[in-house]
Antibody
Framework: QLQLQESGPGLVKPSETLSLTCTVS??????????WGWIRQPPGKGLEWIGS???????YYNPSLKSRVTISVDTSKNQFSLKLSSVTAADTAVYYC?????????????????WGQGTMVTVSS | QSALTQPPSASGSPGQSVTISCTGT?????????VSWYQQHPGKAPKLMIY???KRPSGVPDRFSGSKSGNTASLTVSGLQAEDEADYYC???????????FGGGTKLTVL
């Protein structure tokens, strides 16, 4: 059974870079059928898609965050990672990693069917 | 891209049906049949309930159904049960670079 687990610091200082890793277990991140995405949720607010990556390294980012976001993949470790630079208090949120349908306009396209439990990241000095 | 519009709240009594709307534009909801719905209980990760407007993942009860008309998608929960009380979010493919946009969420209360 595929599982995703986020890890990383729970506290980041303003202007610094937030770094999180998602470890995939019970399946291969190199499957051609899926993308791997990051979604966040500020306290008491809704969900926001941050970006997604394919095992080959192809990435897609939310235009509103694109200038600050880098998503990378390490197939040898079955992990993908998120870096968000120049963070402010507005970046305080629960960050989720999730599996997304990978084939363009195929099954589960633009849908996230398996999620990690989420990790809370607070931006504060 | 702007967030999709959902009503902040909805409610119904056990056994009744409730419909939650999700309004976008011709650039997202109206332009593609890639609308998804997620259920989120407090403190938990979202769970995919509907994808591609009306398809249900394995294990999701058929009490949950989805539809779309123009720029508005809808989630209907029939035969409401206490465990259906949760926040529900819609999302849509928004074209361009595989963009995904979410709605603001609807809190469903089972009276």
């Amino acid at each position: 059974q595929l599982q995703l687990q986020e890890s990383g610091p729970g506290l980041v200082k303003p202007s610094e870079t937030l770094s999180l890793t998602c470890t995939v277990s019970g399946g291969s991140i190199s499957s051609s059928s899926y993308y791997w995405g990051w979604i966040r949720q500020p306290p008491g607010k809704g969900l926001e898609w941050i970006g997604s990556i394919y095992y080959s390294g192809s990435t897609y980012y939310n235009p509103s965050l694109k200038s600050r976001v880098t998503i990378s993949v390490d197939t040898s470790k079955n992990q993908f990672s998120l870096k968000l630079s120049s963070v402010t208090a507005a970046d305080t949120a629960v960050y989720y990693c999730a599996r997304e349908g990978g084939e363009w306009f195929g099954e589960l396209f633009a849908a996230f069917d398996i999620w990690g439990q989420g990790t809370m990241v607070t931006v504060s000095s | 891209q702007s967030a999709l519009t959902q009503p902040p709240s909805a409610s119904g009594s056990p056994g009744q049906s409730v419909t939650i709307s999700c309004t976008g534009t011709s650039s997202d909801v109206g332009g593609y049949n890639y609308v998804s719905w997620y259920q989120q209980h407090p403190g938990k990760a979202p769970k995919l309930m509907i994808y591609e407007v009306s398809k249900r993942p394995s294990g999701v009860p058929d009490r949950f159904s989805g539809s779309k008309s123009g720029n508005t998608a809808s989630l209907t929960v029939s035969g409401l049960q206490a465990e259906d009380e949760a926040d529900y979010y819609c999302s849509s493919y928004a074209g361009s670079n595989k963009d995904v946009v979410f709605g603001g969420g609807t809190k469903l209360t089972v009276l």
